[in-house]
């Protein structure tokens, strides 16, 4: 069994900056994808952003040009720079991981941006 472990979140004020990190429990894991998702009080679960082992990665449109994403794949952690924050930003955000056809989740880390 693999678990994940997010870290970073907290309250902010709009406009700051926000870095998320998520660590996996195993390290001899090649996850193929790993990624960030976020939930809002009575909104469904949505991508933020993911990267693959090769690097490439997938940005939801809204935080394009504002978050970056990147990952050790060695240490088997990924992390979330959040700039520029809004407060419909808030949400708990969610590490995921997938290894063939596994799917990892972290428990989430609440982000709250407060305007």
């Known amino acids: 069994q693999v678990q994940l472990v997010e870290s970073g979140g907290g309250l902010v004020q709009a406009g700051r900056s926000l870095t998320l990190s998520c660590a996996a429990s195993?390290?001899?894991?090649?996850?193929?994808?790993m990624g960030w998702y976020r939930q809002a009080p009575g909104k469904q679960r949505e991508l933020v952003a993911t990267?693959?082992?090769?690097?490439?990665?997938n940005y939801n449109d809204s935080v394009k040009g504002r978050f970056t994403i990147s990952r050790d794949n060695a240490k088997n952690t990924v992390a979330l720079q959040m700039n520029t924050l809004k407060p419909e930003d808030t949400a708990v955000y969610y590490c995921?991981?997938?290894?063939?056809?596994?799917?990892?989740w972290g428990q989430g880390t609440q982000v709250t941006v407060s305007s």
């Open positions: 990267i693959t082992r090769g690097g490439n990665t």
């Open positions: 195993r390290t001899n894991f090649g996850f193929n994808v």
């Open positions: 995921q991981a997938t290894f063939l056809s596994y799917v990892f």
